[in-house]
């Protein structure tokens, strides 16, 4: 339900938050049946905006954290339609998001990217835009947020656990039949070693590489400006608009029409 060493691209308090929620749910012995969501991806306003939601953790799956939200592929999916219906003169991509899993972020940044190329874009980032939410946000042409928005978070990280010291006190003992030096590392009731935290670290950080140089392409940075926006930090507001993490502070009313206007020039 909740892996603990997968690669993760979320602000770090609601990581904490949805763990601590697993572990309540999962005491409670209460069952999740994922489901297929009966809504469409997009809603059609008026100028042809098609106005896509993104809201909660982004994950490529549907489970406990996301029931009533769109999967990564879904949104893909959404993405594809909305470029080829001709009724769509452009998109308006809604966030509200502390991120989510690193599986399925690239892609879903790469599909806004490329419609970008045909139609004109936006992203409107509604109180909280983290990690792979502004992963996927910096692709877009065109970013706004509100005076209190919650913008960047830019980084990736991920848990291991070294348990084998509560393993030794219950009076167990894990062996790992493995082939390769860090299969199975991490597992339950194992020690962590130096060289396999070094390993985890390698992988973080080529995925970090990946969320970064996103960034760079999609908001156009200079590398000295990527270096002060990319340290995990959040910048409200103004502060996002100074560090040209967003374009304006604006209502959404105010970023449908701007876009509105540049579908109209199309």
């Not at 069952?31 to 009966?38: A, G, I, K, M, S």
């Not at 970090?208 to 995990?232: I, P, Y």
């Amino acid at each position: 339900m909740f892996v603990r060493s997968e690669l993760w691209a979320m602000e770090p308090n609601s990581f904490a938050g949805l763990q601590e929620f697993a572990r309540l749910w999962g005491a409670s012995g209460m069952e999740v049946e994922p489901r297929q969501l009966n809504r469409p991806a997009y809603r059609l306003v008026g100028g042809g905006v098609a106005i896509m939601q993104i809201r909660g953790p982004i994950l490529k799956t549907r489970s406990l954290f996301n029931l009533y939200e769109l999967t990564t592929p879904e949104i893909r999916d959404g993405i594809r339609d909305a470029v080829a219906n001709v009724d769509v003169k452009s998109i308006l991509f809604v966030f509200d998001t502390p991120g989510g899993a690193v599986a399925g972020a690239s892609d879903l940044a790469n599909d806004i990217a490329a419609a970008g190329h045909v139609k004109p874009t936006a992203a409107y980032l509604e109180d909280l835009c983290a990690s792979a939410g502004y992963w996927a946000a910096s692709q877009a042409q065109y970013i706004a947020t509100n005076a209190t928005g919650l913008v960047g978070c830019i980084g990736a990280y991920a848990e291991v656990v070294d348990s084998s010291g509560a393993a030794k006190e219950a009076g167990l003992k894990v062996h790992i039949i493995k082939a390769g030096a860090f299969k199975g590392a991490g597992m339950a009731g194992t020690t962590v070693t130096p060289s396999h935290l070094t390993e985890l670290q390698r992988t973080v950080n080529a995925v970090n590489d990946q969320f970064t140089g996103a960034v760079h392409r999609g908001r156009k940075l200079s590398m000295r400006q990527l270096t002060a926006v990319s340290d995990g930090q959040l910048f409200v507001g103004r502060d996002a608009l100074t560090h040209k993490l967003v374009d304006a502070v604006q209502s959404l009313d105010a970023t449908v029409a701007h876009l509105v206007g540049r579908g109209s020039r199309t």
